[in-house]
Every structure is written in structure tokens, then in C-alpha cells.
């Protein structure tokens, strides 16, 4: 059981728009910590892909955006392209027991 | 070029010990933290711990307190994540990290494959 809780899967077709919501609680992002998301293409290591909430790094495309609000996040996807299928995990920092860093049990993003 | 590159795939029998390197280069070492996660066949990513290249200082989540020892040596620019007592449980790929200053990790090695199996 993750500490951050995302839907094991979604899926779209290409061109349309996808989310992927990331719950947590008063100990992590209900906190005001940051969230950030990576992505993991297959057979690949992860990539960050958003960081502090919204943010994207150097070459991430604008397609990819990202917000947090209380103790949820949310990553969205536009103009899906069949390079997006992958595994999308949102991660942030837990002060409940020993926790330091947490991750979300992650999200397959199948393009139809 | 910034990178972690990290030591080859293991095998190990059951009640053994790895030791899996981490080597940086491109950037300060001792400037940031180093984090190591593991994931294992289908699973998602789950965080080992992180070690202050700079003073060696280590935090690890209780569940690995007592079997995963990191270190780093900084004339080399390496960290090592030492796992002991493994079980068939402990069989995962391991990755090492770099925490950025907005402390998410934005630098990945291409991870260690260990399998642990009698």
C-alpha cells in the first residue's frame, strides 16, 4: 500500500488529453511539500518529468503540466502521442512514522 | 556529461550480501544528495535511503535500517548501497539518484539488476 495513492491505469487515444491524479494526506502533500513526477519508459530508468508541483526541466514537452491543490495532485497529458505510454509515479516527502521520500504505486498509461 | 553510471548485474544466493556502486561525473559529487530506489519485477519504485555525499550522514526508512548500509567515497566520486541478508524479496533493479536543490530527483543511473535466488 503506497503512501501516495494514483490509479494503477489509464488510457487515450492519440490527440486527446489524459490525467493521472495522485492522493495523499496531512503528513505529505496535505503538508505543503512538493510533489514532483517522473516517467518510465519500458525497460528504462525513471525520468523527471515535473518538479515543485508544476514545473517541467529542459525538454520536457508544454504537453506534459501538472498541479497539486491540498492533499492531491494531478499530471495531464494532451495531444497524447504513442511515445507517452508508460509508467507515471508522482513522489513527494512524508513525516508519518520514519518516511522520508514517498512514491505513488504508479500509473501505466496505455495509448490506444 | 552529467551522469551516474552503476556497477554491473549480481546474483546472489539467499542470507548473502551486494554491494552496488554509483559513480558520478559531470558535477560536484559532495553538491547533492545521493538517493538509492529500488523496484521490483512489476512493481512500482520504492525509496532505500539517501546518503550526504559531503558528510556521509545516512537516512533510510526503518524497514531497511539494520540491512542496507550507504556509503560514498569522494575521492572517487562514488556511492555504494550495501544490501544484507537478502532474500528472494530483495530481487529488483536498483537505481541511485541525485536530489536536486527543489529536492526531486532529476538525475538517474540506468539502475543494477540483483537476483537473489538459491
Known amino acids: 500500500q503506497s503512501v501516495l495513492t494514483q490509479p494503477p491505469s489509464v488510457s487515450g487515444a492519440p490527440g486527446q488529453r489524459v490525467t493521472i491524479s495522485c492522493t495523499g494526506s496531512?503528513?505529505?502533500?496535505?503538508?505543503?511539500?512538493?510533489v514532483h513526477w517522473y516517467q518510465q519508459l519500458p525497460a528504462a530508468a525513471p525520468k523527471l518529468l515535473i518538479y515543485?508541483?508544476?514545473n517541467r526541466p529542459l525538454g520536457v514537452p508544454a504537453r506534459f503540466s501538472a498541479s497539486k491543490s491540498g492533499t492531491s495532485a494531478s499530471l495531464a497529458i494532451t495531444g497524447l502521442q504513442a511515445e507517452d505510454e508508460a509508467d507515471y509515479y508522482c513522489?513527494?516527502?512524508?513525516?508519518?512514522?520514519?518516511?522520508?521520500?514517498?512514491f505513488g504505486g504508479g500509473t501505466k498509461l496505455t495509448v490506444l | 556529461q552529467v551522469q551516474l553510471v552503476q556497477s554491473g548485474a549480481e546474483m546472489k544466493k539467499p542470507g548473502a550480501s551486494v554491494k552496488v556502486s554509483c559513480k558520478a561525473s559531470?558535477?560536484?559529487?559532495?553538491?547533492?544528495?545521493i538517493h538509492w530506489v529500488r523496484q521490483a519485477p512489476g512493481q512500482g519504485l520504492e525509496w532505500m535511503g539517501w546518503i550526504n555525499p559531503n558528510s556521509g550522514a545516512t537516512n533510510s526508512p526503518q524497514r531497511f535500517r539494520g540491512t542496507v548500509t550507504m556509503t560514498r567515497g569522494t575521492s572517487i566520486s562514488t556511492a555504494y548501497m550495501e544490501l544484507s541478508r537478502l532474500t528472494s524479496d530483495d530481487t529488483a533493479i536498483y537505481y541511485c539518484?541525485?536530489?536536486?536543490?527543489?529536492?526531486?530527483?532529476?538525475?538517474w543511473g540506468p539502475g543494477t539488476m540483483v537476483t537473489v535466488s538459491s
Open positions: 496531512s503528513s505529505n502533500l496535505g503538508a505543503g511539500y512538493a
Open positions: 515543485g508541483n508544476h
Open positions: 513522489q513527494s516527502y512524508d513525516t508519518s512514522l520514519s518516511y522520508s521520500r514517498v
Open positions: 539518484a541525485r536530489e536536486s536543490e527543489d529536492e526531486a530527483f532529476d538525475l
Open positions: 559531470g558535477y560536484t559529487f559532495t553538491d547533492y544528495f
